[in-house]
């Protein structure tokens, strides 16, 4: 057979692309990735998820020596950080995650090719390789399209990764800035305003809306938003920068009330703009077979993530939805399987989000919000990690637990939680949604003492009124 022939020829090796890969090759099929970056993980591994959790967890550990080790009788003299140190273990994590996906291809035999893929037919994909090599023109059974997203930038306000930043500049300046503004209160600007301001940057979130963290259940946005002021971070809510002017000293900023009112400036040392990401779908040639974008840029596909033309598919963020690695994940492991024969699926009803702040937010299914906007009759069960023995011990009980329970048939409908370790607790509840469980399997389920998942079981509980500690 043909070098340059495949059963599957994916375009884009970030979470979606890469996984979808394995997973193709798992089942038998002859598989290629094409990735233009040098390194495989795509946005998330490289200058997303991962390196901005290796900052949060080294800035979360500063600040705990810093101001929290006291009232464990733990005397911590003098303490300190040293950035660049901070910076290089960053990228330490990030190559060896890298180096172990590549390293994941080889076992299972998936081609990597880097450059660049345009869809030239329903069964054929051009290779533009990055060092500037002949092109080749692949040939496939099925393309998949997997080229995630991009920041998305505001008019007026040109990023420079220098004074104004992205998400991609501010996992790496080289000096923590006296001052910084974040324009967008979403996942990602609370995240990394929070690395910067524990390491002594006065930080202030500029968001458009009324609430911080869009999406998340009001309630526990209103918890995180006094929780965040608590800890120093400054919010100006309703507000909008309308522009912003570069000098040597750093950036000036208009700022208007989104109602209307008064305009104020700002001059901060730094600007981080966050306010979302557009799919990209740059070069794809998707002209060149008939596949149109929806009117924010998004593949439509159907329940089966086929595009218009069949034998191309699409997955992660350049199809929309929750803009998530492991939403993307799913869709790769489900249009594989799809592909090979088998049933694949992804219940989006169960596609956990977590916000990795501390404390953490951490949600599932639907909020109280879109149930009332449904009409769906629901019962609440909250626990607070105050009346927690674990988080008591631990010195850690900002926060709750919330279950939202069909109130007819005690179906968890929507889970919610503010507090330590959310992102890992809330998957027990994950998979009860999966199973399509309710509040009262929760609260039958033993759970060891002390500890943080008690406070599940608590919450569950109070569903039906019944809960012990409270």
């Known amino acids: 057979?043909?070098?340059?022939?495949?059963?599957?020829?994916?375009?884009?090796?970030?979470?979606?692309?890469?996984?979808?890969?394995?997973?193709?090759?798992?089942?038998?099929?002859?598989?290629?990735?094409?990735?233009?970056?040098?390194?495989?993980?795509?946005?998330?591994l490289n200058v997303g998820?991962?390196?901005?959790?290796?900052?949060?967890?080294?800035?979360?550990?500063?600040?705990?020596?810093?101001?929290?080790?006291?009232?464990?009788?733990?005397r911590v003299d003098g303490v300190g950080y040293d950035l660049q140190a901070m910076l290089a273990r960053k990228d330490k994590v990030v190559a060896q995650l890298t180096q172990g996906i590549a390293g994941l291809f080889k076992k299972n035999k998936v081609t990597h090719l880097l450059g660049t893929g345009t869809i030239t037919g329903p069964d054929s994909v051009l290779l533009r390789p990055a060092d500037g090599g002949a092109e080749r023109t692949l040939t496939t059974e099925n393309i998949i399209i997997a080229t995630g997203s991009d920041v998305a930038g505001l008019p007026g306000i040109p990023i420079?990764?220098?004074?104004?930043?992205?998400?991609?500049?501010?996992?790496?300046?080289?000096?923590?800035?006296?001052?910084?503004?974040?324009?967008?209160?979403?996942?990602?600007?609370?995240?990394?305003?929070?690395?910067?301001?524990?390491?002594?940057?006065?930080?202030?979130?500029?968001?458009?809306?009324?609430?911080?963290?869009?999406?998340?259940?009001?309630?526990?946005?209103?918890?995180?938003?006094?929780?965040l002021q608590k800890q120093g971070m400054s919010f100006k809510l309703g507000s909008k920068v309308t522009k912003a002017e570069s000098s040597d000293g750093g950036v000036t900023l208009t700022i208007e009330p989104v109602k209307g009112g008064e305009a104020e400036t700002l001059s901060v040392e730094?600007?981080?703009?966050?306010?979302?990401?557009?799919?990209?779908?740059?070069?794809?040639?998707?002209?060149?077979?008939?596949?149109?974008?929806?009117?924010?840029?998004?593949?439509?596909?159907?329940?089966?993530?086929?595009?218009?033309?069949?034998?191309?598919?699409?997955?992660?963020?350049?199809?929309?939805g929750k803009m998530l690695a492991h939403k993307a994940e799913e869709e790769g492991v489900a249009v594989a399987e799809l592909i090979a024969g088998h049933a694949g699926h992804v219940n989006y009803e169960a596609i956990p989000g977590v916000v990795y702040t501390w404390p953490e937010v951490a949600a599932v299914g639907r909020t109280e919000e879109q149930l009332k906007a449904d009409g769906v009759e629901y019962k609440v069960g909250k626990f607070p990690f105050t009346a927690n023995s674990r988080a008591r011990c631990n010195a850690e009980t900002d926060g709750f637990v919330k279950i939202l329970a069909d109130a007819k048939t005690d179906r968890i409908l929507g889970a919610h939680i503010v507090g330590p370790e959310a992102g890992?607790?809330?998957?027990?509840?994950?998979?009860?949604?999966?199973?399509?469980?309710?509040?009262?399997?929760?609260?039958?389920?033993?759970?060891?003492?002390?500890?943080?998942?008690?406070?599940?079981?608590?919450?569950?509980?109070?569903?039906?009124?019944?809960?012990?500690?409270?």
């Not at 340059?4 to 020829?9: A, E, L, M, P």
């Not at 929070?194 to 526990?220: H, N, P």
């Not at 008939?290 to 593949?299: A, K, L, S, V, W």
């Not at 469980?437 to 008690?454: F, I, T, W």
Request: hydrophobic share 45%.
């Open 160 to 227: 420079d990764e220098q004074k104004i930043v992205s998400s991609t500049g501010a996992l790496s300046l080289p000096k923590v800035p006296e001052t910084m503004v974040v324009i967008g209160g979403g996942f990602i600007g609370i995240e990394l305003g929070s690395v910067w301001r524990r390491l002594g940057a006065k930080v202030t979130v500029v968001e458009f809306l009324d609430q911080i963290m869009a999406g998340m259940d009001g309630e526990v946005a209103k918890s995180m938003l006094r929780i």
């Open 424 to 470: 890992d607790l809330i998957q027990e509840l994950v998979v009860a949604m999966e199973f399509a469980g309710s509040a009262e399997d929760v609260a039958r389920s033993s759970h060891g003492h002390p500890g943080l998942a008690e406070a599940l079981k608590e919450a569950a509980l109070a569903v039906a009124g019944r809960a012990i500690h409270i």
């Open 270 to 320: 730094t600007v981080l703009v966050s306010v979302g990401r557009r799919p990209f779908t740059e070069g794809l040639g998707l002209e060149s077979v008939g596949i149109t974008t929806d009117n924010r840029g998004f593949i439509p596909v159907d329940h089966d993530f086929q595009t218009s033309v069949p034998g191309i598919f699409a997955i992660g963020d350049v199809i929309g």
């Open 1 to 44: 057979m043909s070098d340059d022939v495949f059963d599957v020829v994916i375009i884009g090796g970030g979470p979606g692309g890469y996984v979808c890969a394995i997973r193709c090759a798992q089942l038998g099929l002859r598989t290629v990735c094409i990735e233009k970056r040098a390194t495989l993980g795509g946005t998330c």
């Open 49 to 74: 998820c991962i390196p901005s959790k290796a900052l949060l967890q080294s800035s979360h550990l500063y600040e705990e020596a810093a101001k929290e080790f006291a009232q464990h009788g733990i």
